[in-house]
C-alpha cells in the first residue's frame, strides 16, 4: 500500500518535520491472530515513514493509514507466555545491547512495554515507550 504523506504534525499542526527512518512494505500488524499462514502473508504492508517535530518534539509515522488496523477480539497485545518468543526477545535483547551499548531506549509500538522493561533491567539504561 503506498499512503498519503502527512504534511503536518499530528499534535501541534507544524509543517516543520524531520524525517529520520524509513521502511517499505512492512506488516500493518503485529498482534492480530491469524488462522492461517496463507492469510498471515496476504495481509496489508504499509510504509513507515518516521520523523519528528521541530516545534514541539512529536514522533510519528508520516504515511500511518488507520484503515488498514485491524483491532478486534482477534488481537493478542502480549506474547509474554510464549517461552519460543522469551527466547527470541532475549536474544534480541542482548544483541541489541552489545551492538550499540545504548544509554536510554525509545521503543515506538512498545504495547505494554515487556521488551523495553526487559531491555532496560539487562543493559541498566532508560527507556521511553510510545504505543
Known amino acids: 500500500m503506498s499512503a498519503a504523506v502527512a504534511t503536518h504534525c499530528f499534535a501541534c499542526g507544524s509543517r516543520d518535520l524531520v524525517p529520520f527512518w524509513r ?11 491469524m488462522r492461517t499462514r496463507q492469510e498471515a502473508l ?20 508520516l504515511r500511518f493509514e488507520p484503515e488498514v488496523h485491524e483491532y478486534s477480539p482477534r488481537c493478542e497485545e502480549s506474547q509474554a507466555f510464549s517461552p519460543t518468543f522469551n527466547r527470541f526477545a532475549l536474544e534480541l535483547c542482548d544483541d541489541y545491547l552489545r551492538r550499540y551499548r545504548p544509554q536510554s531506549v525509545l521503543e515506538i509500538g512498545c504495547g505494554k512495554g515487556d521488551f ?16
Not at 23 to 33: A, G, I, K
Open 23 to 33: 521502511v517499505d512494505s512492512v506488516p500493518t500488524h503485529c498482534v492480530l491472530l
Open 42 to 61: 496476504e495481509y496489508p504492508r504499509g510504509d513507515l515513514e518516521i520523523a519528528g517535530c521541530r516545534a514541539c518534539g512529536f514522533v510519528e509515522n
Open 116 to 131: 523495553l522493561a526487559l531491555i532496560c533491567e539487562r543493559g541498566g539504561c532508560e527507556g521511553i515507550g510510545i504505543d
